[in-house]
């Protein structure tokens, strides 16, 4: 391998499109983000992020080929290694499918599909800006250790080493895909493309696209090694396997959780905290609206907001919720929460004066909408007017819980909305663990067409 260089390298071809700069991000924390992670390591342990199985072999994947550069003498980093392998990985569904929409693909509205291998070069693939701003390997840092795919000291992605176990289950996810270009493998064509050997990449061989693309299950084998390591979790009570095992009886014998009914594969006190956790997220929820209404109310009248007049019906109600649901979380006299940091914010947001309820709600917020002294919201840097929280492509929006997560809740979730959303990923995890999960979001967006 020789040092990678990018000499010679052909011109992009319109793979990227001109920078745009980007606004401040919108997301609120709402200084509550330790007790959502309390939360959903309670519901869930260890999973991260993450909702389907190719994030996490991607992500190690990347990890693999960063080892190997550096075994080779070669400087690189496992963020930017993994970040150029999924943007590649994406790259290469949207060849294949005419940039259809599918939420397991990012960077459908930043790249350009135009021109050949040439233009795939690693050196510009892992540059900062080239791929999304959140990719997909920021949700697989706490999954990759729990499931023993990678080691390392803390929890930096940039320290993460390969396990046999992770070696092994890329084996199993790659290995089907045999010799993709000459006599290499998809792991061994990748290092010599990072290491520039290639400027390029075998884009053209199907059993390359059919391994790196999320679009894809992996095959039989590999799955049910992941399988394997989710339910091995002795380090957490076995909450994990539990959880997936509700999770299947829910996919074999489809019904909706009601909180009144404890499933027998859950015990006691993990049905209390999954509980009470629902209930912290309705009172976060509830906030967030309230903010939201408060957003649009000033993009739509005028440019502050008096706390010391009588506020307006729309606000009025929108805090009536928050209060109620922040008092519903009091009720249940149980929080799990370090600190008791769930119920300090519950009881600062349930109050009687209406105005307290609403600064309390905005000085934790201090990005899209800011206290001017004591008795005016005024717009802050992430203020838009509009009061949405969309989340741009490759953006965690508002209200996710977790670095680099998409929030993908669908009515076909067996669980109430408002339930920790790493029980509605290991939902779709357990689809595509069975490799039904590309006929059920089809399924889903035929639905939604008709």
Known sequence: MRTQTEKNEK????????????????????????????????????????????????????????????????????????NAVEALGCWLALKGSSRQQDPRIRGREKFSLDGDSDSLSFARMRKPGFYVTQPMRMATVQPLRALGLVEGDGGRFNAFRCTPTGMDFLDL??????????NSGVLEHLVDWAAGERTGVAWRNPGFV?????????????????????????????????????????????????????????????????????????????????????????????????????????????????RHRCRDFLAAKHDPTEGALASTFCRALSVADDAAVLREAV??????????????????????????????????????????????????SPWPRNASPRLHRLFQMNLDLRGELGDWLAAGREAAAA
């Open 11 to 82: 011109p992009a071809w319109g793979l990227l499109g001109p920078e745009t700069l980007e606004g401040s991000r919108r997301t609120r924390t709402l200084d509550i983000a330790a007790a959502i992670r309390n939360f959903n390591d309670l519901a869930v342990p260890g999973m991260g992020g993450v909702w389907f199985a190719k994030q996490l072999m991607l992500a190690t994947l990347g990890v693999a080929i960063a080892e190997r550069l550096r075994e080779a003498g070669l400087r690189a980093q496992n963020i930017e290694t993994a």
């Open 363 to 412: 000085s934790r917020d201090g990005r899209v909408l800011r206290l001017r002294g004591d008795d005016a919201v005024v717009p802050g840097s992430a203020f838009q007017g509009s009061g949405g929280r969309p989340g741009s492509e490759g953006e965690s929006d508002a209200s996710a819980d977790e670095a680099g997560a998409t929030l993908v809740f669908d009515a076909r």
């Open 210 to 322: 059919t391994a790196l693309s999320p679009r894809t299950s992996m095959p039989k084998a590999a799955r049910e090694y992941l399988a394997g390591r989710i339910v091995h979790d002795a380090g957490s009570h076995g909450r994990r396997a539990a959880a997936l095992a509700w999770t299947e009886s829910l996919r074999s014998n489809p019904s909706e959780v009601a909180w009144s009914s404890r499933p027998s594969a859950i015990d006691e006190a993990h049905w209390a905290d999954l509980h009470v956790g629902a209930a912290f997220f309705a009172a976060r929820d509830a906030t967030l609206d309230l903010l939201d209404r408060t957003e649009a109310w000033i993009g739509n009248t005028q440019p502050a907001l008096s706390l010391a007049s009588p506020l307006p019906a729309v606000l009025v109600q929108a805090i009536e919720k928050a």
């Open 173 to 182: 996810a790659l290995g089907p895909a045999g010799n993709v270009y000459r």
